[in-house]
Each structure stands twice: as structure tokens, then as C-alpha cells.
């Protein structure tokens, strides 16, 4: 009996802890969504050549003048020497309440040239306006995990498909 085992990864950015809870909860939303291998890793300790090996990659960053935190920019640029085309992906960001645009809308340029496949629209995690450390707003972490869910959900319908047919 063929087994399928998808691997996942969270990879992000954070200065002050509220993209890494982000984050988390986006990796227990895909776990509870169906997909159980996902890590969850702080790009400070992530390769880039490392992204080859997962079926699906999110990326998360705070949003640092109106786009993406430095650290960030700087990994996005060094997976260029990286084949990512055709990998399932989606992007979050954190930002104050009100910002019409942030990190993840540059994510998405990148994944776009990358040739990856985005899988759902990008998801803002929202700060009080203002308020850099936050914390994020209540319900904001209950829409991280429900992004994490309809992930795992559209990568297992995708498979289950493709399973059908062959
Ligand atoms: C240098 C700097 C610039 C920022 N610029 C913006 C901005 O342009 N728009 C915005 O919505 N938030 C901005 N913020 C607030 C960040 O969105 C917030 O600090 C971040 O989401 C918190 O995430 P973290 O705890 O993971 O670092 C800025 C924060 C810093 C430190």
C-alpha cells in the first residue's frame, strides 16, 4: 500500500516574538489540518538549500516600513540559488491594524519568481496600530490556525486527487 508523507515548513522572521507565535499557530493548524510533518523554524537557523526537501513552505515576517523585516529580504534573495519551482506555498505577515499592504505582499513577488505555487491568499496578522511589540490582536492567532488548516486541507485533496487517478 503506497504511504504519502508530506513534509511541511514554517520558516520566519521575528524581532519581538509575534511572528514566531504566528507562526506556531499556523504549524498546529496545519497539524490539525491533516499534515503532521511540519517544523516550525526561525530563518537564523534554516539553510536555504534546506527548503528543497518539503512538499510545502510558508514564509512569515514582520512587516518593517511598509515590506519586509531586513533578515528576511536577505534569506528570500540567497533562495534564489534554490530550485523552488512548482512547490506548494503561502505567505503570512505581521502589521498594525489599517496597513493596506505589508511583508507578505513581497513574499509573494518572491515565491511568484521562484515559480511557486501559492496556495491561498496571504493571510495579515494584525498589532494595534502603533504598538510595534504588541501583542497581536484577540482572534488574530485563531485565524493563524484556521490558515494552517484550509493548508493541510487543500494539500491533502490535491494528493487524494492525484491518488484517484493513478
Ligand atoms: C523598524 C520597524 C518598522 C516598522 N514598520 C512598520 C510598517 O511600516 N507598517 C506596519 O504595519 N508595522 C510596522 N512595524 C511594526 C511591526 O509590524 C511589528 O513590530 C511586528 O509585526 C512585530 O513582529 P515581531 O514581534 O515578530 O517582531 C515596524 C516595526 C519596526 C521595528
Given amino acids: 500500500m503506497a504511504s504519502l508523507t508530506l513534509k511541511a515548513i514554517v520558516v520566519y522572521y ?22 503532521e510533518a511540519v517544523i516550525c523554524k526561525d530563518v537564523k537557523d534554516v539553510k536555504p538549500e534546506e527548503l528543497a526537501q518539503y512538499d510545502v513552505i510558508i ?3 514582520p512587516t518593517h ?8 529580504l536577505a534569506f528570500m534573495e540567497s533562495l534564489r540559488q534554490v530550485n523552488l519551482k512548482g512547490k506548494n506555498s503561502a505567505a503570512f505577515d505581521t ?11 513581497e513574499l509573494e513577488k518572491y515565491m511568484k519568481e521562484f ?27 485563531r485565524k493563524c490556525k484556521e490558515f494552517g488548516t484550509s493548508i493541510a486541507q487543500k494539500i491533502i485533496g490535491k494528493n487524494a486527487y492525484s491518488f484517484q487517478r493513478f
Fill in 115 to 141: 515559480g511557486m505555487n501559492i496556495m491561498l491568499r496571504g493571510l495579515p496578522v494584525l498589532l494595534p496600530a502603533g504598538d510595534a511589540w504588541g501583542p497581536i490582536r484577540n482572534g488574530e492567532l
Fill in 95 to 105: 502589521r498594525y491594524v489599517g496597513e493596506k499592504t505589508g511583508g507578505l505582499e
Fill in 14 to 35: 521575528t524581532r519581538f516574538g509575534n511572528t514566531r507565535k504566528a507562526a506556531e499557530a499556523i504549524s498546529d493548524g496545519i497539524r490539525e489540518g491533516g499534515l
Fill in 59 to 61: 514564509f512569515g515576517t
Fill in 65 to 72: 516600513y511598509g515590506g519586509l523585516a531586513d533578515k528576511m
